[in-house]
């Protein structure tokens, strides 16, 4: 009976491990120690006109290292997302992870009234499909003047559907299975007319983005290698 039991918990442990270590291997964190990684710093014209130039890289002032950044605009051209499509950061299957970054500003954001910024992930292969982070995971631009991590579980309820980009019918668990966008985006409060781009003098700056495991998962690799170490001494 004891050795079945052994042997019981040591399957359950190495089930749990192979499960975190699938999660951990899609994880994916952009250090920007030497370029860019193909980010962009979007920008809207009041005009209707947009345009679309890369992110300003450092190679230094980082954390640390690197780091990209937008320069804020006014009125009339106002900085909306810092971001990255799949093509050049396959970020893979986020399911079970939480997204963070490092962010901080040298300025002042003045406009829009309320705001704030959220971390957006979504598709656009058969229909725009995107999403932005709740209030409770998103946070006031001017508030970080010195380098401050942001993170949120990727999941439904910590998420808002991105109103007049939702042509699609892909539902949140189906667009972080397969990203095609990501990153975040500037804005006031965040609903169907919502006022995108921020204005002021100053850049934002962000480092690190990207996917880790929720602290549930770390916890199933712990508990996955703790039943390992006690198979392994009952055995001897």
């Not at 975190?20 to 120690?33: G, H, I, L, W």
């Not at 780091?67 to 093509?87: E, F, M, P």
């Not at 950061?89 to 300025?107: N, S």
Request: proline content about 3%; overall charge negative; aromatic content about 10%.
């Amino acid at each position: 009976m004891k050795r079945s039991m052994i042997v019981l918990v040591g399957v359950v442990a190495v089930m749990l491990a192979v499960t975190v270590y699938q999660a951990m291997a899609t994880t994916y964190v952009e250090t920007f120690s030497s370029n860019n990684a193909g980010w962009e710093a979007a920008t809207v014209n009041d005009g209707g006109g947009s345009t679309y130039p890369a992110a300003t890289w450092q190679a230094t002032g980082g954390n640390p290292d690197g780091n990209i950044s937008g320069t804020l605009g006014t009125s009339a051209d106002r900085l909306y997302t810092l971001d990255c499509s799949y093509n050049t950061a396959p970020y893979g299957d986020m399911t079970g992870l939480k997204l963070t970054v490092d962010y901080k500003i040298d300025g002042t954001v003045t406009g829009p009234v309320g705001h704030t910024v959220r971390f957006y992930v979504g598709t656009y292969s058969g229909g725009n499909n995107y999403f932005v982070s709740n209030d409770t995971y998103s946070w006031d631009p001017n508030a970080d003047t010195a380098w401050t991590t942001h993170q949120v579980d990727l999941v439904a309820t910590n998420f808002l559907q991105w109103s007049n980009q939702s042509a699609g019918n892909k539902t949140f668990a189906q667009v972080i299975a397969a990203p095609e966008d990501m990153g975040l985006v500037f804005a006031d409060g965040f609903t169907s007319n919502s006022t995108l781009g921020f204005t002021g003098s100053g850049t934002v700056h962000i480092d690190n983005f990207g996917t880790i495991p929720e602290p549930a998962t770390l916890g199933l690799l712990a508990l996955g290698g703790a039943g390992l170490l006690a198979r392994r001494r009952r055995g001897k």
